[in-house]
């Protein structure tokens, strides 16, 4: 399928402006985690259009138009986004769109998520999705734009090929995005110690103006190449604040850099589910300094040279939170700090966050020790197919009491009266369950319609197990859906933060790709297995030694992975952790899957028992 009123990104002497006579739509945009560009509303683009025309080099306060993005600035140069609470950016670009296309009309399309809120899609997914409705289409696939969704227009509705889930869609109308004619003008790189036009007198727009004089004379400076023993102090431009920022800049773009790394975004709508990420296409080549780069995306300003200035001593360097990870100083405390020591005329250098140690050291063949009080160091588990022999009707029956007088009562399944027939009567018809028979699970004592739980257990696993929909109480030995592979364990002679006197257990988790059995999402398609294998690590302690043996239950129980879509990469069909969390990060805990935690190992105590996984099962 081909993809209509896509976004333009013209070539013009390199620059990426349209061309002279020829009209554009224009449609600002910003990155985010998923490196996809997400649009900004029509009334902030059209607010960052009257800011470009005034001052190409300018500073853009979207707090001014829209009351959600009171902490964000748009640097016209840098073309990033700040975002003042928390010291962070993301790459902006400025797109085109034909006049037609559906934001030259104002015509927004929008999912509903689990929240109930709207959320926008991209543009350009808006503009198929538009395009598609004006032929009159009954149905759009947007497999060729990397979602497995197919749109429905006469029930106004989006539905998972995978999932079979529906959501809600609507199309409304809001203002026209702003319309541009002919090329754009350059802008110059910032002067220094010089000032174009009238300042805007507000806090938010003194802030950005004297921070960006103070970085002006350090650029200034270094570019004067001051011997580093005895640097000249910095000449601010007339009427500045006292403000000096000293700063290193970030490997990730070339030219005048404020900030370190980009992170967090404006109100960020979470993609749809399942949506794997889509990174535009950049041509290759760093821009020159001084060269207007407002048609660049961030990601296409990246390959310029990595210059890093020195730290004057006694600077602070606060960490800022990247797209990789957190620093061990909160992104909000490093951003407030950097705003009030450069208001109050003290320097800060706002730096990248260290990089997570992933991995111990070496270690020797001869240094691994079997784990003290648990047999071997493997266990592999070979493809379980489903016990057909177990009849959904006896299962069901095995963990309830019949219920002759039921109370008036919702059954939490179905949500119609324990008094009246089951909801799935009509939809699921069984030999010898009346749609009218209730039943008490005989732990917890919750009551349902029997129809509706032989319908629950039918539709899940179908593994001789049943879970109480109410209180997740498990009857019987529940099994997972995992694929066949293999776990390894045993003692490296190497300490976990938190733990110095202690050795380090390490698990290696290891699944190769196959294809889905009958009790997977996709049955009979290749299943990827991106990661493996994994290594994960406990303490060798009592409370870590109990937890490896419970987890070697839970793996051969196929609880600890499934297949379905990655939260991290957006892919499907891939083999993805199960609610058991695990920490993956040996030396830190700067991705929060490190150590020192004080309250993992009870965490996953009760996330085990949650799965019905316990010393009392184990044994059982």
């Not at 005048?256 to 967090?264: C, F, I, M, S, V």
């Amino acid at each position: 399928m081909s993809r209509p009123g896509q976004g333009v990104m013209m070539q013009v002497n390199g620059l990426g402006f349209p061309p002279q006579n020829v009209a554009r739509v224009v449609v600002w945009e910003w990155l985010n985690e998923h490196n996809r560009w997400r649009p900004y509303s029509a009334t902030v683009c059209h607010h960052i259009e009257n800011v470009l025309k005034e001052d190409a080099r300018g500073s853009v306060v979207l707090g001014q138009v829209d009351a959600q993005l009171v902490p964000y600035i748009i640097d016209l140069q840098s073309m990033h986004q700040f975002r003042q609470d928390t010291g962070t950016m993301r790459p902006v670009r400025r797109n085109f769109y034909d006049p037609s296309s559906a934001p030259g009309k104002g015509i927004v399309w929008e999912w509903e998520n689990d929240g109930g809120a709207w959320t926008a899609y991209d543009m350009d997914i808006c503009i198929t999705i538009q395009n598609a409705y004006e032929k009159q289409h009954p149905w759009l696939d947007l497999s060729s734009l990397g979602f497995c969704y197919l749109i429905y227009f006469n029930s106004m509705s989006q539905m998972n090929r995978q999932t079979r889930r529906r959501r809600r869609l609507r199309r409304r109308l809001d203002l026209a995005y702003p319309l541009t004619v002919g090329s754009i003008p350059k802008s110059q790189s910032w002067p220094v110690g010089a000032s174009s036009g009238q300042p805007c007198s507000c806090q938010q727009c003194l802030l950005v103006n004297s921070t960006r004089a103070a970085s002006n004379a350090i650029l200034a400076s270094q570019r004067r190449k001051a011997p580093p023993a005895a640097p000249p102090p910095p000449a601010l431009p007339p009427g500045a604040p006292p403000a000096a920022l000293a700063l290193r800049p970030s490997a990730t773009f070339a030219g005048p850099t404020l900030w370190a790394a980009p992170a967090t975004s404006p109100t960020e709508p979470a993609p749809p589910p399942g949506a794997p990420p889509r990174s535009p296409s950049a041509p290759s080549g760093a821009p020159t300094p001084g060269q207007n780069n407002l048609n660049r995306p961030g990601p296409q300003r990246a390959s310029g040279v990595s210059a890093r200035a020195s730290i004057p001593p006694g600077v602070p360097a606060l960490p800022v939170k990247n797209l990789n990870g957190t620093g061990p100083v909160h992104p909000a405390l490093a951003g407030m700090t950097g705003i009030l020591l450069c208001a109050a005329g003290l320097p800060v250098c706002l730096t990248r966050a260290p990089k997570p140690i992933l991995h111990p050291p070496p270690v020797s063949k001869s240094d691994v020790k079997p784990v003290p009080g648990v047999p071997g160091v493997c266990r592999k588990t070979k493809k379980k197919h489903l016990k057909k022999s177990k009849n959904p009707e006896d299962v069901v029956r095995r963990y309830m009491q019949k219920v002759k007088n039921p109370p008036d009562e919702d059954c939490t399944i179905c949500m119609e009266r324990l008094v009246t027939a089951s909801g799935y009567e009509g939809v699921l018809r069984r030999k010898g369950v009346r749609p009218e028979l209730v039943g008490r699970l005989g732990r917890c004592g919750h009551m349902y319609h029997l129809l509706c739980l032989v319908a629950m257990y039918s539709n899940g696993n179908k593994d001789g197990s049943l879970q109480c929909p109410t209180c997740k109480a498990i009857y019987g030995e529940k099994t997972g859906t995992q694929p066949p592979g293999k776990m390894e364990f045993h003692l490296i002679p190497h300490s976990l933060p938190g733990f110095a006197d202690t050795q380090t257990i390490r698990i290696v988790y290891d699944i190769p790709t196959g294809i889905q059995g009958p009790e997977h999402p996709n049955p009979g398609k290749k299943f990827t297995a991106r990661g493996f294998p994994r290594h994960c690590y406990l303490p060798n302690n009592e409370k870590g030694r109990k937890v490896l043996r419970l987890l070697i239950t839970a793996w051969e129980r196929r609880l600890i992975f499934t297949i379905g879509t990655s939260n991290t990469t957006g892919e499907s069909d891939t083999v993805v952790w199960n609610e058991i969390h695990h920490k993956t990060e040996f030396g830190s805990n700067l991705t929060g899957h490190g150590y020192p935690d004080a309250s993992y190992l009870d965490n996953v105590l009760a996330e085990l028992t949650a799965q019905g996984v316990s010393e009392a099962t184990a044994k059982a």
